[in-house]
Structure formats: C-alpha cells, structure tokens
C-alpha cells in the first residue's frame, strides 16, 4: 500500500509533465473547395458546380492524440437543376455565400512526441477525425428560368420562397490528415460535411423535397504555424 502511494504522486507527476510536453498552440490557413447536396442535387454531388472556399483556425493540442480546433471558413455553393437528367424539366438553379463559424473536437489515431528526448523533431504524419458544433450564414438565391408560361406546374408556391432560414445550425464533421514537417510547420489535407438540419440552404422548401436536409462540404490543403513552442518548456 505504502508502495502504491508512494507510486501515485509519481504517476500523476509524469502525466502531467507529458501533457505540457505535448500542449501547444497552432494556427493556420484552408485553401479548399466547397460543394453541396440537396433539393437541386438530390441523387449525388455535382462536381461542375464545385467553388473554391478558404477559412482560418486556432488550434490547441491538449496531448498527442486529442486537440480543438475553432475555425472561421467561407466560400460558396450552388446548384442546378440542368445537371440532373430527372430535374433538368423543372429549371430552378440556386447559388449562395456561405460564412462558417465552428468548433471541433479532434482525435489523432498516431500523435507522436514532436520532440525526442534531445530536443530534436520528430517528422510524422497522422489522420485524424473531428466533430463539433457551427453556426452557417447564407443569403440563398433561387430561380426558375424557364418558360413563364409553365412556372405553374413546377412551382407550388413563388421564388423566393417566404420564411426561410439564412442562419443554420450544423455539426461539422470529418477526417483528415497532418504531416509535421518542420519545427514550426504542418501541412496536411481535410475533408468535411456539414448537415444543416434544415431544408432551406438551397433557398427551396416547398418547391423541392422538405423532408429531406440539406448539407454542403469543404474539403481542402491546410497550411499552419505551432504558435507556441513546447521543446522549450520541457
């Protein structure tokens, strides 16, 4: 027993000195793309309407293997019904801006020491996967450019529609993958999709499919900088 108490303190004392070893601070750049699903894209991804995204996030890595992320990401989505072969008769068509405030928890499957027990660093690559909480802000703008004269049968009420969300709620989530490169440097690549829980991302409800969510997606080469340095605090 006496042992073990002894053994304890030790323990916690050990834990706690490879957890500042491994804490430390990042912050960096997305250059990505951005794509979406839903009422105008309902079987799959279009990939003609792919837009370019970008954004900027702080990390804080808490261990090896488990850190957070806050991000701001901004980019674009739309979606026509021209792509699909079962909608192109309907021709509505819809584009909007999309600024994207979130944060992440992340898990590391193979964080490693960025140090050796030399002060030297250690390059290695890892995947990772993330889940957390945003908040998405759109200005969706809806169309039906067809014939006037048949607007009545594709549309059951006028664009735009009233009533809808601009601001939505959404869980991001996905994987990626990092490379510690340098000292100070990593790069890596990350995917994620982002569900709404709402139908009015595209600006259609009644004149799509509202029992069915809208989601969107960034996916992209990351690029950031260790802020704080923890070979110094060892």
Known sequence: MKKLLFLLPLLCSLSAVSA?????FEAGF???????SGDIAESSIEISETQPGYGIYFRYHFSKNVSVKAHVYSGSISGDD??????KMRKLRFSTSIVEFGAVAEWKFFGQERYSSTGIHNFFVTPYAFLGLGLSYTDPKAEYYGDPKESEK????????????KTFLLAPMGIGLRADVLDRLVVGIEGGWRPVFSDDLDGIRVNGNPGKGDWYYFAGLTVSFILSDPKRRQ
């Open 82 to 87: 021209a792509n699909s072969a079962n909608l």
């Open 30 to 36: 997305l250059f990505g793309l951005t794509n979406y």
């Open 154 to 165: 594709y549309l059951r009420t006028p664009l735009p529609e009233e009533g809808l969300n």
């Open 20 to 24: 500042q070893r491994n804490s430390y």
